[in-house]
């Protein structure tokens, strides 16, 4: 059952911190969302995006937090390239998008084991050690 939910999530990312779209109409903010990622997160190719989608119920307030954006893509080859250049975004200050963060589609499963490996990542830097990187469900030293 996890390897079936992780063949489906394999060529999904999720979208953190993106500005909702404040249109009344749900068909006008799904429209608004995908040129966004077509043209903010520099997607190459249009037919690569295969469904572009909001997590959660829509706030309120329009002060509220943005919600997660759930993006599919067409292959995982597009998906690769979008989070190779998302690691640009933090040196993006102009616009807002050093705030913005892109990370695959993971099951429950998956970012529990993620969040560990964050945690003891962050102990040992703590203790000194430098170097350090996440690699699959790893924590190596980089080369240099």
């Known amino acids: 059952m996890e ?33 966004s990622v077509m043209s903010e997160l520099k997607v190459q190719h249009q037919n690569d995006i295969t469904k572009a989608v909001r997590l959660g119920k829509r706030p309120e307030s329009a002060e509220a937090k943005p919600r997660p954006l759930k993006v599919s893509f067409s292959s995982e080859e597009a998906k690769s390239a979008l989070l190779k250049t998302a690691k640009n975004l933090k040196d993006m200050k102009e616009g807002g998008w050093d705030s913005i963060f892109i990370y695959p589609d993971l099951t429950p499963k998956q970012r529990d084991a993620r969040k560990k490996l964050v945690t003891e990542l962050k102990i040992r830097q703590s203790n000194g050690e430098t170097g350090l990187m996440i690699i699959g469900s790893k924590i190596i030293k980089k080369r240099y």
């Open 3 to 35: 390897k079936e939910e992780q063949e489906k999530r394999k060529t999904s990312v999720i979208v953190f911190g993106l500005s909702e779209p404040s249109s009344d109409d749900a068909a006008v903010r799904v429209v608004e969302d995908f040129q």
